[in-house]
């Protein structure tokens, strides 16, 4: 069965530096992985994604995550954080293999303090 | 171009009582998403509409909830009879294709409050 895991309910950084969220997943064949982010009383937006090819992928708002098969992990980065990218942040991940649903990890909030 | 519209953005009712959701995709967009969103949880997919026909509704408690999409473009989510535990975000989402690759676009939720 496919499962997310966000170990970190919180993750807090100062304006101007690094910030990384976490993210292992579980599937039976390859993954697709994905970030959204979800801000106060809105929906959630895509970030980015991976599919296949290139293990650093780039995505919105200066976002980019790393995909590593050996250790089943695909954490977010951002070499300098905001105070405006404070948020929710969620994984999610979904087997290559047609009709198989998007699972969701718990989410990390992010607080990035000025 | 607009974004998956959701009404009501809020609903509060007694346990018990019934509930409607209604959602309208992105223009164009085949496929759409239901999802329950229990606070500190991630979204969990209820039920997935290809066009007009259901493609997963596995994780969807048929015996209160149902939906439909009757012409292959807006869904109604409906809970009858609502439990304390319904509580939660209802989140609709569409996407332009089916392929598992594709991103999601999520509208705002309708966050329901059973007393």
């Known amino acids: 069965a496919q499962s997310v895991a966000q170990p970190e309910d919180q993750v807090n950084v100062a304006e101007g530096n690094p910030l990384t969220v976490k993210c292992t997943y579980s599937?039976?064949?390859?993954?697709?992985l994905f970030w959204y982010v979800q801000y106060p009383n809105r929906g959630l937006q895509f970030l980015l994604k991976?599919?296949?090819?290139?293990?650093l992928v780039k995505g919105s708002y200066g976002f980019e995550a790393e995909f590593n098969k050996s250790q089943t992990s695909f954490h977010l980065k951002k070499p300098s954080a905001l105070v405006s990218d404070s948020a929710l942040y969620f994984c999610?991940?979904?087997?290559?293999?047609?009709?198989?649903?998007?699972?969701f990890g718990k989410g990390t909030t992010l607080s990035v303090s000025s | 171009e607009a974004g998956v519209a959701q009404s009501p953005r809020y609903k509060i009712i007694e346990k018990r009582q019934s509930v409607a959701f209604w959602c309208n995709p992105i223009?164009?967009?085949?496929?759409l998403y239901w999802y329950q969103q229990i606070l500190g949880q991630g979204p969990k997919l209820l039920i997935q509409?290809?066009?007009?026909?259901?493609?997963?509704d596995s994780q969807l408690p048929k015996d209160r909830f149902s939906a439909e999409r009757l012409k292959g473009v807006d869904s109604t989510l409906k809970i009858q009879p609502a439990k304390l535990e319904d509580s939660a975000v209802y989140l609709c989402?569409?996407?332009?294709?089916?392929?598992?690759?594709?991103?999601?676009?999520f509208g705002p939720g309708t966050r329901l409050t059973v007393l």
């Open positions: 989402a569409s996407s332009g294709r089916m392929g598992a690759y594709n991103e999601q676009f």
């Open positions: 599937v039976s064949g390859n993954p697709y």
């Open positions: 991976y599919i296949t090819g290139d293990n």
């Open positions: 999610a991940v979904r087997e290559t293999q047609a009709g198989t649903a998007l699972i």
């Open positions: 223009s164009g967009h085949a496929t």
């Open positions: 509409f290809q066009n007009n026909g259901v493609v997963d």
